[in-house]
């Protein structure tokens, strides 16, 4: 049993070293460069993980569920009303990703294309929570009747897969946390009812 828990502590400790040099260096880091910044071989890291993409699909996913779990826990929060949850939910970014470079998302179109469309399915699916509060703020009367649910997905969608698949960070001098807090704040006051 210790074994199995030691096992997993050391897949979440490589998967959180990778996380801060993929932030670093971007998708040029190495395998050496994850093993130096938590103090273990290699030869540790490929016994966990054959490749660098296996590793880069593991963090993607780690990274996600996270994201879900941050979810839940607003959607938990009584004290929140269903307009804070909505803006909560859909800008949803654990405190410790909030400094990961996102921009660096971008060269996996050409180096990781099959972590890229991984990463396209992560961001269309797991809409159920932001459907139930949008449905239940049209049914308060805070969120506009005509505010189409299918429409207003596809819009954070197609606006966040555009700030990832591309420069645009870099050339706007805004990081992805405040880029998607104003898409949000856009798409969330834009649906309200005035």
């Known amino acids: ?35 130096t910044n938590i103090h273990i071989s290699k030869k540790t890291i490929y016994k966990e993980f054959d490749t660098k993409e296996e590793l880069l699909d593991m963090v993607v996913d780690y990274i996600f569920d996270n994201i879900k779990a941050k979810e839940e826990e607003i959607m938990k929060d009584e004290s929140l009303g269903t307009v804070e949850k909505i803006q909560m939910i859909l800008g949803a970014m654990p405190e410790n990703y909030r400094n990961i470079d996102f921009q660096n998302v971008y060269p996996f179109l ?6 890229y469309k991984k990463v ?14 949008i449905a239940k703020g049209k049914d308060e009367g805070v969120v506009r ?4 649910i299918r429409f207003i997905k596809l819009m954070l969608e197609a606006s ?4 990832l698949s591309d420069d645009t960070l870099a050339t706007s001098g805004i990081n992805y946390v405040d880029a998607l807090n104003q898409i949000v704040d856009i798409l969330v006051h834009g649906m309200l009812v005035v």
Request: aromatic share 8%; glycine share 4%.
């Open 1 to 35: 049993m210790a074994k199995a828990a030691d096992r997993e502590k050391l897949r979440n400790d490589i998967i959180l070293s990778t996380i801060e040099v993929f932030n670093d260096r971007g998708v040029t880091f190495t395998m050496s460069d994850v093993a």
């Open 160 to 163: 966040i897969e555009k700030v």
């Open 145 to 148: 009747k005509d505010a189409n």
């Open 110 to 115: 050409e180096k990781f294309p099959d972590i």
């Open 120 to 133: 396209q399915y992560r961001l269309a699916t797991g809409w159920e929570n932001t459907i139930a509060l």
